[in-house]
């Protein structure tokens, strides 16, 4: 059963405080990776996508990838209230699916 | 405005009877499937489709029923629904077939079976 991993939490950070998101992933064979934000009663929003190792900046927010370790990061830099979601990480499987890890849930206080 | 639509939006039902929740995306994407999201589960695959007449299951396809007779439209068929189908339902599209590019969702259909 491929799978990836998240730590649940809930992450809390202050205002302008830097967020680290972490997932790790078992199929060694994954070929894109995607974070997602999701609000609480509202669908998963795409905020990043990377296919290759490194980094992959965007705003506030940059996303790791390291597939020797199998892992995948999120940055988010200058933390927001509007910030605290659930983050979700997901993984392509065999070119057919998405694999969602069950979330980290982030809080950032004012 | 691009999107995926999803109806009904909030839906309460009775065991045993038979139910479709309609999915319909305007964006042209190939790929389209059907997520399931329960506390502590996070969202699992019920079925995709990768094309018009080209359906297959996903983690969880038990219970439930889909079809793909248009590019735009991937409906969800529980034919005799049971409690434990109660669940908040997104569909999804994605402009490659095989479903690794980036998914959009629709805006999820939370479902209550009595």
């Known amino acids: 059963q491929k799978e990836v991993e998240q730590n649940s939490g809930p992450l809390s950070v202050p205002e302008g405080a830097i967020a680290s998101l972490n997932c790790t992933y078992s199929?060694?064979?994954?070929?894109?990776f995607f974070w997602y934000r999701q609000y609480s009663g509202k669908s998963p929003e795409l905020i990043m996508s990377?296919?290759?190792?490194g980094d992959k900046e965007d705003g506030r927010f940059t996303a790791q990838l390291n597939k020797a370790s199998q892992y995948v990061s999120l940055l988010i830099r200058d933390s927001q209230p509007s910030d605290s979601a659930t983050y979700l990480c997901?993984?392509?499987?065999?070119?057919?699916?998405?694999?969602f890890g069950k979330g980290t849930t982030l809080s950032v206080s004012s | 405005e691009a999107q995926v639509t999803q109806n009904p939006r909030y839906l309460i039902t009775v065991t045993g009877k038979k139910l479709t929740v309609t999915c319909s995306q305007n964006?042209?994407?190939?790929?389209m499937s059907w997520y399931r999201q329960d506390p502590g589960l996070g969202l699992r695959q019920i079925y995709y489709?990768?094309?018009?007449?080209?359906?297959d299951k996903g983690d969880v396809p038990e219970g439930y029923k889909v079809s793909r007779k248009e590019k735009r439209n991937f409906p969800l068929i529980l034919e005799s629904p049971s409690p434990n189908q109660t669940s908040l339902y997104f569909c999804?599209?994605?402009?490659?077939?095989?479903?690794?590019?980036?998914?959009?969702f629709g805006p999820g259909t939370r479902l209550t079976v009595t």
């Open positions: 999804a599209s994605s402009l490659y077939s095989g479903g690794a590019g980036e998914q959009y």
């Open positions: 199929d060694r064979g994954s070929q894109s």
């Open positions: 990377i296919y290759s190792n």
């Open positions: 997901a993984v392509n499987q065999a070119g057919t699916a998405l694999i």
């Open positions: 964006m042209n994407h190939e790929y």
């Open positions: 489709s990768m094309n018009v007449e080209v359906t």
